[in-house]
């Protein structure tokens, strides 16, 4: 078995990065600015923007924070993304989710400008991104593509078995890997919630990836000797041994699983770094994209 450790991927895709970087400032070039809005003080929410802010030091990034109460309305909020879309300093921004149910997420996503949606959850990059157009690709699918590509991993032909349809991660992942190109070109079955028999369709797969949110839910009963077993989930459990009194938790069980795999990823230390290094190569791209 062996690991597909996201941790040293993505430090190795950021300091090519941040030489990229350096490279541009000896020529008086333009550094990329990420900035991010963050609403609320959801504890999970501002670990995830904290990890963003600080791959950006890493990489030599401009970043720029603007936090907002829970309160916040709607409008404000447009507001900002609609001076956001104007300021030239600005390459790229994302939008924290999940925000407060008093806005409407739908909205929010539609009012950026989908040249600076480097989350790549604006209709424009996903509708593209489906056609195998040039586009910002949510970060989390095009981590895992970029973790498979560094691997080197055979996908062509592979069975693939993603479980988990979200917009964010599942749904777009799934039209990624039966792409006809390189570490796509898998049979992909997406699962979710209303499947029947999933631990039989997961027991064909070559590929198990697991994205629905649920700690330790792939046994190792639904795993087939050999599979490549990636694991998107992020849950905070309840763990007396940890001085914050919880633990983060993926949705595969690692010890049962791992054995009978021939690659894995962990949690933590697998998928969560590379989705932050795709969010960082993305702002480098959108910058790029404007010939700056
Ligand atoms: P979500 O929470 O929006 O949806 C969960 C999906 O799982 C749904 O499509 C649902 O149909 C499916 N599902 C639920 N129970 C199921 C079951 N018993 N069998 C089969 N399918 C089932 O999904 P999300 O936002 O993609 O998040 C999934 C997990 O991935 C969460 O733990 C989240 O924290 C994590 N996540 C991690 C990263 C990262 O960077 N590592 C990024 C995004 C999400």
Not at 6 to 19: A, L, N, P, R, Y
Not at 130 to 143: H, K
Not at 194 to 200: F, R, V, Y
Not at 263 to 275: K, R
Request: contains cysteine; aromatic residues 4%; hydrophobic residues 40%.
């Amino acid at each position: 078995m062996e690991l597909l450790n996201g941790k040293e991927t993505s430090q190795i895709i950021m300091k090519e990065i941040s030489d990229a970087v350096r490279n541009r400032k000896s020529e008086g070039k333009k550094i990329p600015h990420l900035a991010a809005i963050l609403v609320g003080g959801d504890g999970g929410s501002i670990t995830y923007v904290n990890n963003k802010l600080r791959a950006c030091e890493a990489c030599g990034f401009e970043s720029t924070l603007m936090r907002y109460d829970d309160s916040v309305s709607e409008e404000v909020l447009l507001n900002k993304i609609h001076t956001l879309n104007e300021d030239k300093s600005i390459d790229g921004f994302i939008v924290q989710l999940p925000l407060p149910p008093h806005i409407d997420e739908t909205k929010v996503i539609l009012a950026i400008d989908p040249m600076k949606d480097v989350d790549g959850f604006h209709p424009m990059n996903l509708g593209k991104m489906a056609l195998n157009m040039p586009a910002f690709i949510s970060a989390t699918p095009s981590g895992i593509i970029e973790l498979i590509r560094r691997y080197e991993l055979d996908t062509a032909g592979k069975r693939c078995v993603i479980i988990g349809r979200s917009n964010i991660v599942g749904m777009p992942l799934s039209i990624l890997l039966s792409q006809n190109k390189e570490f796509g070109n898998c049979t992909v079955t997406l699962t979710h919630s209303q499947t029947k028999n999933l631990k039989e369709i997961c027991l064909q797969a070559d590929i198990v990836i697991a994205a629905l949110g649920q700690p330790g839910f792939v046994k190792e009963d639904m795993v087939k000797e050999g599979a490549v077993v990636i694991d998107v989930g992020i849950t905070r459990v309840k763990d007396e041994s940890k001085k914050t009194g919880w633990r983060l938790s993926g949705d595969v069980d690692f010890d049962q699983v791992a054995p009978k795999c021939s690659y894995i990823s962990p949690v933590p230390g697998g998928v969560g770094p590379m989705t932050v290094a795709s969010l960082m190569m993305n702002t480098l791209k959108a910058m790029d994209l404007k010939g700056k």
